[in-house]
Nanobody, 122 residues
Framework: QLQASGGGLVQAGDSLEVSCAAFGRSSGSLVMGWFRQAPGQERKFVAVIRWSAGIRELSDSVKGRFTISRDIAKNTVYLQMNSLKPEDTAVYYC?????????????????WGQGTQVTVSS
């Protein structure tokens, strides 16, 4: 079970952090990702982190502005978003799966949080 929180309304250039608490098994094979979906668009990959090794990757559209991290003790993954742009406006979803797979594809993920709205005004 995943529970996302921290979305909101901000202005362009502001920062915002969204978090996702994972309840249940958090083994070394856990992979947690963030996706976002704007109205009328498909769900798109934003960031991913492998739980045990901390290996992480970001989409090109957010590299240099967003950071993904995790707190193992709290079973929580964070997405720190800086220099936000209006085009970052979307519902942000955290997701998870165990093992290996194409982490760019939402179809790989077995568990999803409820989504949190991030709105960036110009």
């Amino acid at each position: 079970q995943l529970q996302a929180s921290g979305g909101g309304l901000v202005q362009a250039g502001d920062s915002l952090e969204v978090s996702c608490a994972a309840f249940g098994r958090s083994s070394g094979s856990l992979v947690m990702g963030w996706f976002r979906q704007a109205p009328g668009q498909e769900r798109k990959f934003v960031a991913v982190i492998r739980w045990s090794a901390g290996i992480r990757e970001l989409s090109d559209s957010v590299k240099g502005r967003f950071t993904i991290s995790r707190d193992i003790a709290k079973n929580t993954v964070y997405l720190q978003m800086n220099s936000l742009k209006p085009e970052d406006t979307a519902v942000y979803y955290c997701a998870a799966f165990y093992g290996n797979g194409d982490y760019y594809s939402p179809r790989t993920y077995d568990y999803w949080g409820q989504g949190t709205q991030v709105t960036v005004s110009s």
